[in-house]
């Protein structure tokens, strides 16, 4: 058993030991883009993935850089948005209290039954 532990203990090392000619520092991530891509409003964007939006606008604005765990969650946003909207999901109907509810976009349309029949 102790066997088993130490190989999974070195697996864990080696994915934190920066491979060679990788860059050891985080790379710069563009918040906003990232945001228009997806086509997603700062609020919407701050709801779905759990970020308050004052933050969100301060990594925008230049004012602040995301690090720490926000970045990588930036990252994995990044590279499979989709990956952690189900996470992101998951965790809401586990524990719906745990995260800030998600604001549906605004729409211009008008609610269903506004239309007059003549």
Known sequence: MKDNATTHQRRFEDLLTPQQGALETPREIDVRSLR?????????????FGFPVATLRHWERGNRRPTGSALV????????????????RKARIAWPDLLPGAKPPRSSRAPPGMAVRL
């Open 36 to 48: 228009l891509r997806m086509h997603l409003t700062q609020d919407a964007f701050a709801g779905c």
């Open 73 to 88: 969650l930036l990252h994995v946003i990044r590279d499979n948005p989709r990956a952690v909207l189900q996470a992101v």
